[in-house]
């Protein structure tokens, strides 16, 4: 693996820090060579991830990736391999940076023809989620996982299907909020202020064409996009937490401030001062912040490898760990998928199993 790292340093050529350009419709265009490059770093990758897996070797004092078993070769590449890589962040422009963190989040080295959890098992849990609910997911042996800290990588806001969401706030509390703004309710102030949104939600996800059930910030669509519950969630693990403390209006404008950014650009400089990009916990974020017409979410900012301030979706299962127990704690738990290597198939978790995942760090 530290080949392929190196590779892709001298594939995108680094460069010293220079002031970030706009980003154009060019920055995804990538150098002529670059797919020929790409394909030989993938199967570089996919080899030694099958190595390290087959070979199954004993132990001894001098180890590399090819003498450790499958649950052990995570562990190695977060050890020798995460930190030089979000270091490269800091060294290059950013159109190079664009294009690092896009074929690391494209790049998948073992298990690459399918997900460990069902489309069934996702309707199934789909039964049991609300709008306004946080989603967080994983999927296993993703380049990019080695270069955000904490076993979750990537984070959404359920919520629900469009009829299912005027149902859940169908309440004289929303519709009072909205009539004394001059609308009817909930429905009528959606269908005015965010019409495209409306036809999009109703339409059907842009991903599969199937119910728009989920709102997230992707790096692979390079903005925030509407999606499906059985694309968005049929990863190899996926957990959802709910607000405690806040009422469906404050959900409700939750969600209205989620769908303006739609179509907003990711940050692929993962940088949370500013919301003209966003990454994916950045937008939940944004989305439960408390203001003047509404109680919101706390979310912890840590620091990436660069030191940069960043949002990580494991610090919501952090959070949920610190607060447990508290009169005041923000969330609830409320349904956990779990992936199994070792079987190939997902389960339902346990909240025991959940609070356990906030130090897991294997499979990358």
Known sequence: MSTVLVAIACTFQLSAPAERPVATAADDTAPQNWSVRRTAIIARSRARAASSVASRRPRSAARTPRDLDGAEVGEWLITNIGGPATELFDQIDFPVIKKVAIFLGETRVAR??????????????????????????????????????????HSELYLGSYDEALAYFDEPAVDEHFALLGFEGFADYLVSMYPDAVVRWRAGAETD?????????????????????????????????????????????????????????????????????????????????????????????????????????????????????????????????????ATGQAGVGSERDFIDSASWTFPF
């Not at 709008?131 to 380049?143: M, R």
């Not at 709102?215 to 509407?226: F, P, Q, S, V, Y």
């Not at 959802?240 to 403390?245: D, I, K, N, Y």
């Not at 949002?311 to 299962?317: K, M």
């Open 112 to 153: 690459t023809d399918r997900h460990l959890i069902s489309e069934a098992q996702v309707l199934q849990m789909v039964q049991h989620l609300e709008p306004g609910d946080l989603i967080l997911e994983k999927t296993n042996w993703y380049l990019c996982n080695l270069a955000i800290p904490g076993f979750w990588g």
């Open 209 to 341: 064409g199937r119910t728009v059930r989920i709102i997230e910030a992707d790096g692979l669509a390079r903005r925030t996009i509407l999606n499906s519950a059985e694309h968005g969630l049929t990863r190899d693990f996926v957990a959802a937490l709910r607000p405690r403390l806040l009422s469906k209006l404050d959900k409700a404008l939750a969600l209205l401030v989620a769908l303006s950014y739609l179509d907003q650009p990711y940050d692929f400089t993962f940088d949370v001062s500013s919301d003209d990009a966003l990454t994916c916990t950045e937008l939940l974020a944004r989305a439960y912040a408390s203001d003047a017409s509404k109680r919101g979410l706390h979310f912890e900012i840590g620091r990436a490898g660069t030191g940069k301030p960043m949002i990580f979706p494991t610090s919501l299962v952090e959070s949920y760990v610190r607060e447990a127990g508290a009169a005041d704690r923000q969330f609830s738990f409320v349904y956990f998928l779990k992936g199994d290597e």
